[in-house]
């Protein structure tokens, strides 16, 4: 029992005058109701309800703590209503982590769509390369890429993320398209440090993993400063493809090694692990799984 139990008890009994028809409504048993009054006194330390063998009526006490308790109860039930109501219609506000980047692709507009079906859901998209708590930092879904090795994480794997190796025309002419992984050891690497934070590159070369020890004066946490070198010609990007599609389409980038490149990266959607999630939550995440096609997230057009 807790104390919402005991407050509920007691105010059914001051309502009704009676413990037997409290019982009754509360499906309880006399005893147990009995129990509840004499622990709420001995609480107290005070008299709550005068008993007789016809009646239960209030002592002045008990007349304060059901004038006092009303709203509280009010404010219990009115709250219980609210939060079982989430539970089957999607509300509130949601909270969404994602990596540096995802702001490039059709992500916006996704959610920009969905709140359009969803008048009364609010969202916080918070960008951050880094693997953030979600139960300290209060987050529902994370986007990332890459499953979690969390064991109290829940992963949906939403879309395959093809990889692609790129560099601007102007730096394969000056050194030279490789023929095989292997060769990216003699290039210069523009690294992911949210991606390959080791400076290796992961390929697949008969059916087994590959992994390549690459070097390079520049590295970053985000893709964007990365992108922008390589068609500067100072070096090559294994990044995502949908991050690189506008360029490859238009030229200015030159992808290799397609039969190489690895393809055990998804972006997932990372979440607690909950009994009980809210409406919003898994409405989000069927949206997301429904709009997520095999032709993945693109990006849009007029991004640099």
């Known amino acids: 029992m807790d104390s919402l139990d005991l407050l509920r008890t007691f105010s059914e009994v001051a309502s009704s005058g009676s413990f037997s028809r409290t019982a009754r409504h509360l499906a309880l048993s ?34 304060l703590l059901l004038d006092r308790s009303r709203p509280i109860l009010e404010l219990a039930d009115a709250t219980r209503d609210e939060l079982q109501g989430r539970a089957r219609v999607p509300s509130g506000r949601l909270r969404i982590s994602a990596p540096h980047g ?11 769509e969905f709140l359009g079906h969803y008048p009364e859901v609010s969202i916080s998209l918070v960008l951050s390369n880094r693997q953030v708590d ?6 529902d879904i994370a986007l990332r890429f890459g499953p979690s090795a969390n064991e109290n994480l829940i992963v949906r794997k939403l879309l395959p993320m093809e990889l692609s190796v790129c560099a601007a025309p102007m730096y394969w002419r000056k050194h030279g398209m490789p023929a095989h992984p292997m060769e990216l050891a003699h290039h210069l690497a523009l690294v992911s440090t949210q991606l390959n934070p080791m400076a290796k590159w992961r390929f697949k070369a008969d059916g087994q993993p590959l992994e390549v020890e690459v ?43 397609p039969e190489f490149v690895r393809s055990d990266m998804w972006l997932s959607a990372v979440y607690l692990q909950r009994r009980h999630s809210t409406a919003v939550q898994r409405v989000f995440l069927d949206f997301l799984a429904s709009r997520l096609g095999p032709a993945g997230l693109r990006m849009r057009m007029d991004s640099k």
């Open 30 to 63: 006399r005893g147990t109701v009995s129990k509840y009054i004499a622990t709420l006194e001995r609480r107290f330390g005070v008299r709550l309800l005068n008993r007789t063998s016809r009646a239960v009526s209030l002592t002045d006490a008990g007349l």
């Open 102 to 112: 995802m702001d490039l692709t059709e992500l916006p507009a996704l959610i920009n």
């Open 134 to 139: 979600l139960t300290e930092e209060g987050v």
């Open 215 to 257: 070097r390079g004066r520049l590295d970053a946490t985000e893709a964007g400063p990365l992108i922008q070198a390589a068609l500067l010609g100072a070096g090559v990007v294994y990044l995502p493809s949908v991050m690189l599609r506008p360029y490859v389409e238009s030229g200015r980038l030159v992808p290799v090694l």
